[in-house]
């Protein structure tokens, strides 16, 4: 019966609630680790579903360091399980490998001369979104766990993720989907999984953070429209795919305008290819469209979706021609649970300051972290990469091929992220 005051109280604490802190050892020490792990990486960045090199560069470090990796999971992703001393909860940490289809332009000393094929096209290949600086985060996160394995309660799962970009050949999944498709959580459910993502929008040494919706859904759509040929001198013998086509797009962006309260949520819905006609002269029998959409309400995607697809087919009637929109998901919204939230940020509070605490507005890009977070409650942050003393707003950002992040970014966001895992950890 005494026990039962005691079960009481580890019952009725909430998911975000911290019985305990612990202390973060000192990241310093593995400074020169990561930074050497994250120039290797950047100067030979693989596609998605094509990080076979850094794969195995992973997988080696995971068994220096006695771990057992499980490789192959969504063709090169990589897992290992760390088990405390002690038991305890069973969380899952997650960081993205692949890279961009950008030539790189910084300068470095260790820039990028990679090149390859992306999707019949050829192209330089960047780590322009940071994924280097993730996978070298989670691999000095995973060293300070070991080290402090025995005392350790509860156990870990280092999730090295492939393809978050995109597959490189269109029509395949992404790498979250794909690893949960293969049973990444089969045998570890976890109860609660973290993740990070480098940022250029914020200085090193900040870190931001936001309870509930985070990153936007990202929808690829594809516009068909089809016409009927005919010599450039006479339009009205044939039908003009290419105007009905900047018509329906131009009709997208005045729904967006009128037709959705953005006040409410923001949308965002933009066109990235439009391809049609092979000659000056003659007007084709078909364009294509290929663009994005980004949502953070189910309801909203479904109802833009709708119009969307109604002003596709009014513009092309009225034109004479036909149109087709197809839609693909590729990540739902990136939600933080709001009840883990609460703990996360009190342990991004102890690990950086208060005053390094940035409340981040919505981000209109996405993430398939959360295919993830919706198995297990989830929490995403972000990690400054601005040197400080130069203003966010005039550096080159994410994607972009003069993309530069500051390595001392290493150092904040692996002490970050270990001050949320060992909070997590011994809270219970």
């Not at 890279?99 to 780590?127: D, I, N």
Request: glycine residues 10%.
């Amino acid at each position: 019966m005494r026990a039962m005051p005691w079960m009481f109280l580890m019952l009725s604490l909430p998911l975000g609630a911290a019985a305990a802190t612990a202390e973060v050892p000192d990241m310093s020490v593995l400074q020169p680790k990561m930074v050497e792990w994250r120039r290797d990486l950047h100067q030979h960045p693989e596609l998605g579903g094509k990080e076979t090199r850094t794969a195995k560069m992973v997988a080696s470090e995971l068994r220096r360091l006695g771990l057992q990796p499980r490789t192959g999971l969504a063709h090169t992703g990589v897992v290992a399980v760390l088990k405390g001393g002690r038991p305890g909860p069973r969380i899952a940490i997650r960081a993205d490998m692949d890279a961009l289809p950008v030539k790189e332009e910084t300068g470095l000393p260790f820039a990028s001369s990679a090149t390859t094929t992306y999707r019949g096209q050829p192209v330089g290949v960047m780590h322009a979104c940071g994924h280097d600086m993730h996978v070298a985060i989670l691999l000095g996160v995973a060293e300070a766990l070991v080290k402090q394995k025995a005392t350790l309660p509860g156990e870990v799962m280092f999730i090295f993720q492939p393809s978050e970009e995109g597959p490189s050949e269109p029509g395949a999944p992404f790498g979250a989907q794909m690893m949960l498709d293969e049973g990444v959580f089969a045998e570890f459910k976890p109860e609660a999984v973290f993740g990070l993502h480098v940022w250029a929008g914020l200085q090193t040494g900040e870190v931001g953070f936001r309870s509930g919706p985070s990153l936007a859904s990202a929808d690829e759509w594809s516009l068909r429209v089809r016409g009927r040929q005919t010599h450039g001198s006479r339009p009205w013998d044939g039908v003009d795919p290419i105007t009905i086509g900047a018509q329906i797009l131009l009709g997208t962006q005045s729904m967006i305008a009128r037709q959705v309260n953005i006040a409410s949520t923001p949308v965002v819905l933009t066109a990235g290819q439009f391809n049609s006609g092979v000659r000056f002269n003659i007007i084709p029998d078909e364009a294509t469209l290929v663009g994005t959409l980004r949502t953070f309400d189910a309801g909203v995607r479904e109802d833009v979706i709708r119009r969307f697809e109604r002003i596709a087919a009014d513009y092309a009637h009225a034109g004479g021609g036909e149109a087709e929109l197809k839609v693909i998901s590729n990540a739902p919204p990136t939600v933080n649970d709001p009840v883990l939230a609460r703990s996360v940020d009190a342990s991004l509070r102890r690990a950086v300051g208060d005053d390094k605490v940035i409340e981040m507005p919505l981000v209109t890009v996405a993430e398939d972290f959360a295919q993830f977070a919706l198995v297990a409650p989830g929490a995403y942050f972000f990690v400054g990469t601005t040197p400080v003393g130069q203003d966010p707003a005039g550096m080159p950002i994410n994607h972009s091929p003069h993309y530069a992040p500051d390595e001392a970014a290493l150092g904040v966001g692996s002490r970050a992220m270990l001050q949320v895992v060992l909070d997590r950890l011994h809270a219970e």
